[in-house]
Protein backbone atom coordinates (compact mmCIF):
# COMPACT_ATOMS: atom_id res chain seq x y z
CA UNK A 1 0.00 0.00 0.00
CA UNK A 2 1.14 3.47 -0.89
CA UNK A 3 -1.63 5.59 0.42
CA UNK A 4 -5.45 5.57 0.99
CA UNK A 5 -8.28 8.15 1.14
CA UNK A 6 -9.65 9.54 4.57
CA UNK A 7 -11.66 6.96 6.28
CA UNK A 8 -10.48 4.20 4.40
CA UNK A 9 -10.69 1.50 7.57
CA UNK A 10 -7.66 -1.42 7.44
CA UNK A 11 -7.91 -4.93 9.26
CA UNK A 12 -5.14 -7.62 8.56
CA UNK A 13 -5.61 -11.16 9.42
CA UNK A 14 -4.66 -14.50 8.01
CA UNK A 15 -7.37 -15.11 5.50
CA UNK A 16 -8.28 -18.55 5.70
CA UNK A 17 -6.30 -19.68 8.41
CA UNK A 18 -2.91 -20.54 9.63
CA UNK A 19 -2.37 -23.56 6.83
CA UNK A 20 -4.11 -21.12 4.24
CA UNK A 21 -1.41 -18.24 5.61
CA UNK A 22 1.33 -20.16 5.20
CA UNK A 23 1.06 -21.89 2.04
CA UNK A 24 0.17 -18.40 0.18
CA UNK A 25 3.35 -16.67 1.78
CA UNK A 26 5.52 -19.75 1.37
CA UNK A 27 4.39 -21.91 -1.94
CA UNK A 28 2.65 -18.53 -3.88
CA UNK A 29 4.80 -15.75 -2.94
CA UNK A 30 1.81 -13.75 -1.52
CA UNK A 31 1.67 -12.40 2.23
CA UNK A 32 0.98 -14.55 5.36
CA UNK A 33 -1.48 -11.51 7.04
CA UNK A 34 -4.00 -10.21 3.88
CA UNK A 35 -4.93 -6.49 4.87
CA UNK A 36 -8.55 -5.77 4.07
CA UNK A 37 -9.30 -2.45 2.93
CA UNK A 38 -13.06 -1.02 3.17
CA UNK A 39 -13.98 2.29 2.38
CA UNK A 40 -16.34 4.52 3.80
CA UNK A 41 -19.91 5.00 2.65
CA UNK A 42 -19.18 7.50 0.66
CA UNK A 43 -16.49 5.73 -0.97
CA UNK A 44 -12.48 6.00 -0.94
CA UNK A 45 -9.72 4.42 -2.89
CA UNK A 46 -6.48 2.69 -2.12
CA UNK A 47 -3.27 3.10 -4.18
CA UNK A 48 -0.90 -0.15 -4.27
CA UNK A 49 2.39 -1.12 -5.99
CA UNK A 50 4.60 -4.08 -6.79
CA UNK A 51 7.76 -4.46 -5.53
CA UNK A 52 9.93 -4.49 -8.75
CA UNK A 53 9.44 -1.82 -10.79
CA UNK A 54 7.01 -1.94 -14.19
CA UNK A 55 3.45 -1.67 -14.30
CA UNK A 56 0.80 -2.38 -12.18
CA UNK A 57 -2.01 -4.57 -14.20
CA UNK A 58 -5.43 -5.15 -12.95
CA UNK A 59 -7.14 -8.63 -14.74
CA UNK A 60 -10.46 -9.43 -14.67
CA UNK A 61 -11.48 -12.51 -12.99
CA UNK A 62 -14.95 -14.19 -13.66
CA UNK A 63 -16.49 -17.62 -12.36
CA UNK A 64 -15.65 -19.19 -15.93
CA UNK A 65 -12.50 -17.56 -16.31
CA UNK A 66 -9.98 -17.99 -13.59
CA UNK A 67 -6.31 -17.09 -13.61
CA UNK A 68 -2.89 -18.85 -12.86
CA UNK A 69 -0.87 -15.62 -11.41
CA UNK A 70 3.17 -15.99 -11.48
CA UNK A 71 4.82 -16.85 -7.98
CA UNK A 72 5.63 -13.16 -6.26
CA UNK A 73 2.90 -11.05 -8.84
CA UNK A 74 0.34 -10.86 -7.25
CA UNK A 75 -0.46 -7.66 -4.92
CA UNK A 76 -4.16 -7.25 -4.18
CA UNK A 77 -7.80 -8.16 -5.23
CA UNK A 78 -11.42 -7.16 -5.30
CA UNK A 79 -13.44 -8.84 -2.26
CA UNK A 80 -14.97 -10.74 -3.90
CA UNK A 81 -12.38 -12.48 -5.40
CA UNK A 82 -10.56 -15.57 -4.15
CA UNK A 83 -7.26 -16.07 -3.90
CA UNK A 84 -5.44 -19.69 -2.83
CA UNK A 85 -1.97 -20.94 -3.48
CA UNK A 86 -2.11 -23.94 -6.86
CA UNK A 87 0.55 -26.24 -8.17
CA UNK A 88 0.78 -25.05 -11.62
CA UNK A 89 2.36 -27.92 -12.85
CA UNK A 90 6.36 -29.61 -13.65
CA UNK A 91 6.21 -27.13 -16.65
CA UNK A 92 6.36 -24.12 -14.01
CA UNK A 93 8.66 -25.77 -11.94
CA UNK A 94 11.03 -26.56 -14.60
CA UNK A 95 10.75 -23.31 -16.07
CA UNK A 96 11.81 -21.03 -13.38
CA UNK A 97 8.10 -20.27 -12.08
CA UNK A 98 8.98 -22.35 -8.56
CA UNK A 99 5.74 -24.53 -9.62
CA UNK A 100 3.67 -22.79 -7.46
CA UNK A 101 1.45 -19.36 -8.08
CA UNK A 102 -1.44 -17.94 -7.00
CA UNK A 103 -5.31 -19.31 -8.19
CA UNK A 104 -7.26 -16.38 -8.66
CA UNK A 105 -11.10 -16.91 -9.01
CA UNK A 106 -14.25 -15.66 -8.29
CA UNK A 107 -16.20 -12.32 -9.48
CA UNK A 108 -14.12 -9.46 -9.89
CA UNK A 109 -10.29 -7.51 -10.41
CA UNK A 110 -6.80 -8.85 -8.97
CA UNK A 111 -3.89 -6.71 -9.26
CA UNK A 112 -0.60 -8.08 -10.41
CA UNK A 113 2.98 -6.74 -10.86
CA UNK A 114 4.51 -6.74 -13.74
CA UNK A 115 8.57 -6.17 -14.30
CA UNK A 116 8.27 -3.52 -16.98
CA UNK A 117 5.78 -3.02 -19.21
CA UNK A 118 2.65 -5.51 -19.86
CA UNK A 119 1.78 -7.09 -23.10
CA UNK A 120 -1.43 -8.75 -23.40
CA UNK A 121 -1.62 -11.25 -25.77
CA UNK A 122 -5.39 -13.14 -26.80
CA UNK A 123 -5.07 -16.00 -28.29
CA UNK A 124 -7.57 -17.23 -31.10
CA UNK A 125 -8.50 -20.71 -31.00
CA UNK A 126 -6.09 -22.80 -32.36
CA UNK A 127 -3.57 -19.81 -32.36
CA UNK A 128 0.20 -20.59 -30.46
CA UNK A 129 2.33 -18.20 -29.38
CA UNK A 130 5.72 -19.19 -28.04
CA UNK A 131 7.17 -17.53 -24.63
CA UNK A 132 10.38 -17.58 -22.52
CA UNK A 133 9.15 -18.62 -19.24
CA UNK A 134 10.66 -15.93 -17.01
CA UNK A 135 8.56 -13.58 -18.99
CA UNK A 136 5.19 -15.05 -18.05
CA UNK A 137 3.38 -13.38 -15.83
CA UNK A 138 -0.54 -14.80 -15.87
CA UNK A 139 -2.61 -17.10 -17.92
CA UNK A 140 -6.37 -18.02 -17.56
CA UNK A 141 -6.85 -21.84 -16.52
CA UNK A 142 -8.58 -22.57 -19.68
CA UNK A 143 -5.37 -22.60 -21.94
CA UNK A 144 -3.37 -25.08 -23.22
CA UNK A 145 0.42 -25.08 -22.90
CA UNK A 146 3.65 -27.10 -22.70
CA UNK A 147 6.81 -26.34 -21.98
CA UNK A 148 10.24 -27.12 -23.69
CA UNK A 149 13.74 -26.09 -24.84
CA UNK A 150 13.59 -22.75 -26.85
CA UNK A 151 15.51 -25.07 -29.35
CA UNK A 152 14.08 -28.56 -29.58
CA UNK A 153 15.93 -31.13 -28.91
CA UNK A 154 19.30 -29.42 -28.72
CA UNK A 155 20.66 -28.73 -24.99
CA UNK A 156 23.87 -27.55 -26.44
CA UNK A 157 22.36 -25.29 -29.23
CA UNK A 158 19.91 -23.68 -26.53
CA UNK A 159 22.97 -23.08 -24.21
CA UNK A 160 24.86 -21.55 -27.18
CA UNK A 161 22.04 -19.35 -27.96
CA UNK A 162 21.50 -18.00 -24.45
CA UNK A 163 17.52 -19.21 -24.29
CA UNK A 164 16.90 -21.91 -22.06
CA UNK A 165 12.97 -23.08 -21.68
CA UNK A 166 9.86 -21.82 -23.42
CA UNK A 167 5.96 -22.42 -22.91
CA UNK A 168 4.16 -22.87 -26.03
CA UNK A 169 0.62 -21.37 -25.21
CA UNK A 170 -2.52 -22.47 -27.31
CA UNK A 171 -5.89 -20.29 -27.58
CA UNK A 172 -8.26 -19.82 -26.89
CA UNK A 173 -7.55 -17.67 -24.36
CA UNK A 174 -4.88 -14.88 -22.85
CA UNK A 175 -1.92 -14.56 -21.47
CA UNK A 176 0.12 -11.38 -20.12
CA UNK A 177 3.70 -10.99 -20.47
CA UNK A 178 6.57 -8.89 -18.46
CA UNK A 179 8.74 -6.26 -20.89
CA UNK A 180 11.80 -7.76 -18.41
CA UNK A 181 12.94 -11.33 -16.63
CA UNK A 182 13.10 -10.49 -13.08
CA UNK A 183 15.38 -14.22 -13.17
CA UNK A 184 17.93 -13.27 -15.42
CA UNK A 185 18.07 -9.07 -13.46
CA UNK A 186 19.50 -11.30 -10.51
CA UNK A 187 21.22 -13.62 -11.88
CA UNK A 188 22.99 -10.05 -14.03
CA UNK A 189 23.58 -8.90 -10.10
CA UNK A 190 24.99 -11.51 -8.84
CA UNK A 191 27.48 -11.66 -11.64
CA UNK A 192 28.30 -8.54 -12.01
CA UNK A 193 28.82 -7.91 -7.78
CA UNK A 194 30.85 -11.61 -7.74
CA UNK A 195 33.04 -9.57 -10.74
CA UNK A 196 33.77 -6.39 -8.41
CA UNK A 197 34.65 -8.63 -5.64
CA UNK A 198 37.07 -10.81 -7.39
CA UNK A 199 38.97 -7.18 -8.81
Known sequence: MIA???????ESKTQGGILKGLSRSLLGGGSFFVTTYTAPADGGW?????LLPGDTVP?????ERPFFLR???WIA??????????????ANLFGGEGGFGIRASGQGEALVSIYGAVDVIDLQPQEIVTIDTGHVVAYDLSIQFQMRRAVEGRTLQSAKSGEGWVFDFAGPGRVLLQSRNPDAFLEWMVHTVAARVQR
Open 4 to 10: HSAGVQL
Open 46 to 50: VDVAG
Open 59 to 63: ITITP
Open 71 to 73: RGS
Open 77 to 90: NSSEVEIDTQWGGM
